[in-house]
Nanobody
Framework: QVQLVESGGGLVQAGGSLRLSCAAS????????MGWFRQAPGKEREFVAA????????RYRDSVKGRFTISRDNAKNTGYLQMNSLKPEDTAVYFC???????????????????WGQGTQVTVSS
């Protein structure tokens, strides 16, 4: 099992940037896929981005392509989500998650992730 703690959320104006971090402990972080999901009030949780343990596969939801960048530092057991050009529709609680996922097809399926953080709030004002 992996324990995950997100940080870096906050309030930002539209067009601004935030960098979320996901600190992992427990099971070896470097061998597993990491993903970011988000959930806005009244909406279902949705996939944002994912990266495999080696970084050889990266996937984004279409609405964040070109604005968000996922990365990881296995030596620090930490993952990141750099969010630029933020929009009010990006407002949500953001969660990081990890799982043994090796196929690109499954990177955006939340039921393939086994460990989840508590989430960090991101609010983008217009």
């Amino acid at each position: 099992q992996v324990q995950l703690v997100e940080s870096g959320g906050g309030l930002v104006q539209a067009g601004g940037s935030l960098r979320l971090s996901c600190a992992a402990s427990g099971r070896t972080f470097s061998s597993i896929t990491m993903g970011w999901f988000r959930q806005a009030p009244g909406k279902e949780r949705e996939f944002v981005a994912a990266i495999t343990w080696s970084g050889d596969m990266v996937r984004y939801r279409d609405s964040v392509k070109g604005r968000f960048t996922i990365s990881r530092d296995n030596a620090k057991n930490t993952g990141y989500l750099q969010m630029n050009s933020l929009k009010p529709e990006d407002t949500a609680v953001y969660f990081c998650a990890t799982g043994n996922i090796v196929r690109y097809t499954f990177l955006n399926f939340d039921n393939h992730y086994t460990d989840w953080g508590q989430g960090t709030q991101v609010t983008v004002s217009s």
